[in-house]
Nanobody, 115 residues
Framework: QVQLVESGGGLVQPGGSLRLSCAASGSLFSIKAQGWYRQAPGKQRELVAGITHGGFTNYADSVKGRFTISRDNAKNTVYLQMNSLKPEDTAAYYC?????????WGRGTQVTVSS
């Protein structure tokens, strides 16, 4: 059982930056991988970035070179640093955690990129 809480969303201008945070609690020893997903109205949820227990990362092609996922084990928190933001990055962003017992999701945080 894992609980996840996202924070850091908001309204930013194109070209701006934002850092999202995902604080985890519960059975943290069971987490094998964590990630950030996003979903815009009328679209399917898509993977933005992921990080494994061993520290390997992967990114959607649309965000490579602009976004960075990282983890602070001492704070039980995963971050998504978002730079050079574009209007098409606008979406609800969700963090997740994968365990042998299932996948857990936060409630999401809204990111809006607009001039």
């Amino acid at each position: 059982q894992v609980q996840l809480v996202e924070s850091g969303g908001g309204l930013v201008q194109p070209g701006g930056s934002l850092r999202l945070s995902c604080a985890a609690s519960g059975s943290l020893f069971s987490i094998k991988a964590q990630g950030w997903y996003r979903q815009a109205p009328g679209k399917q949820r898509e993977l933005v970035a992921g990080i494994t227990h061993g520290g390997f990362t992967n990114y959607a092609d649309s965000v490579k070179g602009r976004f960075t996922i990282s983890r602070d084990n001492a704070k039980n928190t995963v971050y998504l640093q978002m730079n050079s933001l574009k209007p098409e990055d606008t979406a609800a962003y969700y963090c997740n955690a994968e365990t042998p017992y299932g996948t857990y999701w936060g409630r999401g945080t809204q990111v809006t990129v607009s001039s």
